[in-house]
């Protein structure tokens, strides 16, 4: 029966979620709090896990609360199952829209309706991508404060370290060697090292 | 466009599930550099359609891009393996994290390999952000909507769906008007062109 809550639920919030993971925190807790499934904190303490584990931040939000729902109820192997019904609830919507809206695009790619759509979104979508870009640079320099409330924010150490990181990694990314580009993959990897080296090892505040 | 087997597609969407970090923008880096500059599945041009169906649908971005790709190349059957591709690592590294939350929290080696990693994405995005905007058209519209736009999403909370249904509205709107424009013009021109006629046939 739980199992069908966790599928009902996520189901939701896959299907009216529009703009990404970060969107669906609210219907996320909310669904949490109405089912009695976690602790606020337990909840807490989970988003800023999901936020440093790879993976898109709301399918491990997902996975998490599946795992815990089924195992404080059936045990380990209910947990797994739990993982698996409310992953899979919060994809579903997503396969069957995508599929459908990219084979009306693909029929439609002339007509002079879509075209129009795309032309204008376009641009929102570059502004939006801006926007996420400054809120990440900034939170990484400064922890905590967001742009919406520059204003109120309290002072927060400046993080001089990772800026340097960030100067040093921007034309790293960008030079050829022989023609090519280092991957994105190696960038992580060298940037983790770099990380335990600087803030582990050295103990660099920051 | 070469014919991209199922294998290659899970693989492709695992490991770009593994090395993201940070949400779905991150994520396009890494996309880029393996499906635009590596393996020639798509263009920037397509990436950038892609993410903008995948911001302008409902679900997590991620998957929706994912999905996307997946069924450009190889289908419905593509579809869900390259979901399942990105969906994979974090069900699994979630699913044995959930059990050891307490000690992967205050694991310092963990948070300072993980400060390094929040400098390293900042930059993906950025390199993601400047390949997306060289594929808009630059002209005037293009431009104003952008930063009207970037201004609203950085700086309010104007939900997002509206500011992307505004733009597409606009972007309608703009496209008929312009045709309509030439449309005009060509008729102009056309009647030029028989007036001209006209002037010949007299002159002869």
Redesign the interface.
Request: aromatic share 14%.
């Given at each position: 029966m739980i199992y069908l809550y966790l599928f009902w639920e996520y189901f939701k919030i896959g299907l009216f979620t529009i703009g990404g993971g970060y969107a669906m925190l609210p219907m996320v807790i909310q669904a949490v709090q109405k089912h009695g499934w976690l602790t606020s904190d337990q909840l807490y303490n989970f988003i800023g896990v999901a936020e440093s584990t790879p993976g898109p931040f709301a399918i491990n939000l997902a996975t998490f609360v599946g795992t815990t729902v089924g195992n404080a109820q059936y045990g380990f192997w209910g947990g797994v199952l739990g993982a698996v019904v409310a992953t899979f609830a919060v994809v579903l919507p997503s396969l069957i829209i995508i599929v459908i809206v990219s084979k009306v695009l693909e029929r439609f790619k002339t007509s002079k309706v879509v075209q129009g759509v795309l032309y204008g979104i376009r641009p929102v979508v570059v502004g939006l991508i801006l926007s996420a870009m400054i809120g990440i640079a900034l939170n990484v320099v400064l922890p905590n404060v967001k742009l919406t409330d520059l204003g109120s924010a309290s002072v927060t150490p400046f993080n001089w370290v990772s800026l340097v990181l960030m100067c040093a990694f921007l034309p790293l990314s960008r030079i050829k060697i022989k023609g090519k580009k280092l991957h994105p993959i190696f960038m992580i990897l060298l940037s983790a090292g770099l990380g335990v080296l600087l803030f582990g090892v050295l103990k660099i505040p920051g | 466009m070469k014919k991209t087997s199922l294998w290659q597609l899970f693989a492709t969407f695992f490991?770009t599930?593994?090395?993201?970090?940070?949400?779905?923008?991150?994520?396009?880096?890494?996309l880029q550099?393996e499906l635009v500059?590596k393996k020639k599945w798509i263009t920037n041009q397509d990436m950038?359609?892609m993410?903008?169906?995948?911001?302008?649908?409902?679900?997590?971005?991620?998957?929706?891009t994912a999905?996307?790709v997946g069924?450009?190349t190889r289908g419905?059957l593509g579809?869900?393996v390259a979901?399942l591709g990105?969906?994979l690592?974090?069900?699994l590294?979630?699913?044995l994290?959930?059990?050891l939350?307490d000690a992967?929290?205050s694991n310092?080696?963990?948070?300072?390999?993980?400060?390094?990693?929040?400098?390293?994405?900042?930059?993906?995005?950025?390199?993601?952000?400047t390949k997306?905007?060289k594929?808009?058209?630059h002209d005037v519209?293009?431009?104003v909507?952008?930063?009207?736009?970037?201004?609203i999403?950085?700086?309010?909370?104007f939900?997002?769906?509206y500011?992307?249904l505004?733009?597409?509205?606009?972007?309608?709107?703009?496209?008929?008007l312009k045709?309509k424009k030439s449309n005009k013009k060509l008729v102009v021109a056309n009647v030029q062109d028989v007036s001209d006629q006209d002037t010949e046939e007299v002159d002869q």
């Open positions: - | 490991k599930g593994l090395f993201t970090f940070g949400g779905g923008y991150a994520m396009i880096a890494i550099e500059d950038l359609d993410i903008v169906v995948a911001e302008s649908t409902p679900g997590v971005i991620a998957v929706n999905t996307s069924y450009k419905i579809a869900i979901t990105i969906v690592p974090s069900f590294i979630i699913s994290l959930s059990y939350i992967f929290q310092i080696w963990y948070q300072s390999a993980f400060k390094g990693i929040q400098a390293c994405v900042t930059v993906l995005v950025i390199n993601a952000f997306m905007f594929q808009i058209e519209y293009n431009y909507s952008f930063v009207v736009a970037f201004a999403a950085a700086f309010t909370n939900s997002v769906i500011l992307i505004i733009g597409g509205i606009c972007g309608l709107v703009v496209t008929l045709q």
